[in-house]
């Protein structure tokens, strides 16, 4: 698998491609409009022409005037829409934009081993674990790591967002949680990823016994903070009203929690609600507290 916009991390190249999928790409109208100004530009210093040929002076400058205004108008909105549409095309492809991100999440996994000094053999639960054979091929999940630790993801704080062709909804900045299950503990490392450069930011490691992990969860709530930026149309970009999310969250005997939004809908327009890449999360959640149930001594099922 390549990532065509992303040849490296941090290049040019991966900078602009990401830019214009997530530029509005201007109106097919607008160009029209700007060559019908532009047309009739000519009509009028035709017209004006065969006024002053005719001796009616006044109204030849008057057309002659709008004629002016006409081409100054269809340059200026032709320019505009070339500047435009070059800054938003040609777009990569939603599957070059997963391809991308997928390298960007085993990137972090392999950051998350590397700051908790861990190994694959450390892992008491793998990525390729956590699916049945039947629904890792129906439903792959995007973050999968095979023999890796789990990974979760969602839109980060402030993050720009726009539906695909496949009416899939991607970001410019994604929080990123990598869980990693060991025999003694649960580490956890945590960043926001810009999806722009493939840089990682805010990094935190946790290591939790245990016993002192009192709930795996997921729950709803508003987040009137989250502060999305969608881009619904070629013409548009809104934001949600009310914004509900569905959070996966790890949380401690200490009362901390580490969280992260897999899920997002409108509440005042039930339509809007938001499909984002798969990341399987019901069934991590599910393996995730098989694995804390096995450990505390209870039963797994």
Known sequence: MTAPVGRRPGSDERKKAVKRYFQITPDEHDRTRARHQQQAAVVSVVVAGSLLLVGIQVLAILVAMLALVLALQGLSGMADYRRRLAAAEPKPSDQEMDD????????????????????????????????????????????????????????????????GADRVWRFTLYDVMVICP????????KCVLDFASGSRKDEETYEFHYTDVVGVLTRTRERAELGLELVYSSSIAVPLH????????????????????????????????????????????????RMLRAKKGAPTR
């Not at 060991?182 to 490392?189: A, K, S």
């Not at 009310?242 to 005042?268: H, L, N, Q, W």
């Open 242 to 289: 009310r914004t509900m999310t569905r959070e996966f969250e790890i949380v401690v005997s200490s009362g901390d929690r580490s969280a992260i939004v897999v899920g997002i809908r409108d509440d005042e327009r039930l339509d809007q609600q938001l499909v984002l890449q798969e990341s399987g999360i019901d069934r991590v959640t599910a393996a995730v507290r």
């Open 100 to 163: 991308t991100l997928k390298e960007d999440l085993h990137a972090a996994a392999e950051r998350a081993m590397r700051r908790l000094g861990l190994t694959r053999n450390d892992l008491e639960l793998h990525s390729d674990e956590v699916d049945p054979p039947a629904e890792a091929r129906r439903r792959p999940r995007l973050a999968d790591q095979g023999r890796g630790p789990l990974v979760v993801f969602g839109p980060s704080n402030r993050a720009r967002g726009r539906s």
């Open 182 to 189: 060991t025999g003694h503990h649960l580490g956890i490392y």
